[in-house]
């Protein structure tokens, strides 16, 4: 079926997450600004006074936007100088790995906590060599790292901690924004997040120092308009994008309600099942993603078939583990991880990642935990 703008119309089936789209005259408003100017981009005004903004809401002393989230990690490497070895997680997005692999690290994998589906701080000590540089752990769905654990080994060890916070928006652990833990902290702001900029990504930098060169490295390095002083690249964010994070920002606290609600809903109706749930260490928690484990890939697999066939698509998310990438089964990428990763394994084969948005009505939330229940009873 085709609307009056010649495109395919949404159907009534539920996907994983939903765009939160603010009201249209509120983003023209912002499109106004940008015709009157004609400032399209290059660190424009609204970027700008997004960047304030974030700092503000967030409760930053640094923040700078950039294109995307996987901009935001190279940069991080780059503004660090990180060199030869990284531990990280196998439980994550592809982003994670490939941006290392991209930039000439080699990726050495340590299991997860089975409980907060982290970084076992335990594992990275294993792993850690004379060639290792860096630790970058994912917060997990938004769920908070051992922050504390993972410090202490990386300032014992000398080593770099960067934290990809791509989930993390919002999150506090015992008080304190969770992005300003670490070296560098990075954000994505991609359509699917419960934040977004369309596409966006942001980097928090533990100081000013930091701060001036990350802003170098994401616009080619360039100081003025006769001096080149750093080899950057292109991330820079443009005032389109800035335009729909400032009237994202006007909403959020509401949506971040709603999205409480539909979370503990869901926990409620399907504690009592044969389910593992992730354990939250946040003081101050997002909701951004209703993840949960089943007993074996068998049972999540039925699971994840019965609702897809009903319309309502989950994820299994993370699935498969970034060490299963075909190109590092091939051989193209050379792989180390010292343990077998039973942990990460074990849930990346049994989760299952619940339709959760705003926009997520009763009814469909219930079909879903009853189409759940029936599977499982």
């Known amino acids: 079926m085709y609307n009056r703008t010649g495109f395919n119309s949404p159907s009534n089936e539920v996907f994983v997450t939903r765009s939160d789209l603010p009201n249209l005259e509120e983003y023209l408003h912002y499109l106004f600004n940008i015709w009157e100017n004609n400032w399209l981009t290059n660190d424009g005004q609204l970027v700008q006074l997004l960047e304030k903004r974030m700092m503000d809401y967030l409760g930053l002393d640094n923040f700078l936007a950039v294109s995307n989230g996987s901009s935001a990690l190279q940069i991080a490497f780059k503004a660090l100088d990180i060199k030869g070895r990284v531990i990280t997680t196998p439980f994550t997005f592809a982003a994670t790995t490939n941006t290392l692999i991209w930039e000439g690290l080699q990726p050495v994998f340590a299991d997860i906590d089975p409980e907060t589906f982290n ?36 300032y014992e060890n000398d080593l770099f901690l960067i934290y990809d916070g791509a989930h993390a928006f919002k999150v506090e652990y015992k008080g304190k924004p969770l992005l300003e833990y670490g070296d560098i902290s990075t954000l994505s702001f991609h359509a699917t997040k419960a934040f977004h900029t369309i596409e966006g990504g942001g980097l928090v930098p533990g100081d000013k120092l930091l701060s001036d060169k990350i802003r170098l490295l994401r616009n080619h390095g360039i100081a003025s308009e006769e001096e080149v002083i750093l080899p950057g690249i292109n991330a820079k ?50 909701h951004a993603y209703m993840p949960l484990c089943f007993e074996d890939e068998k049972t999540r697999n039925l699971v994840f078939n019965t609702l897809n066939n009903q319309g309502y698509h989950s994820r299994k998310y993370f699935y498969p583990l970034t060490v299963d990438y075909e190109y590092f089964q091939n051989k193209t990428v050379p792989l180390f991880h010292k343990n077998d990763l039973e942990c990460a394994r074990q849930i990346s084969s049994t989760i299952l990642c619940l339709p959760l948005y705003p926009t997520l009505s009763l009814d469909e939330m219930g079909d879903i935990i009853n189409i759940i229940q029936r599977v499982l009873n």
């Open 237 to 286: 964010m443009n005032e389109f994008q800035a335009s729909m994070g400032l009237c994202n920002l006007n909403h959020i606290d509401q949506n971040l309600k709603i999205r409480k609600i539909l979370y503990e809903c869901y926990k409620q109706n399907l504690e009592d099942l044969d389910l593992k749930f992730q354990k939250i260490t946040a003081s101050s928690y997002n």
């Open 119 to 154: 970084l076992d701080p335990g594992e990275v000590e294993e792993n850690i060599t004379s060639d290792t540089s860096a630790i970058l752990a994912v917060h997990t769905f938004g769920n908070p790292c051992d922050v504390d654990k993972l410090q202490k080994i990386a």
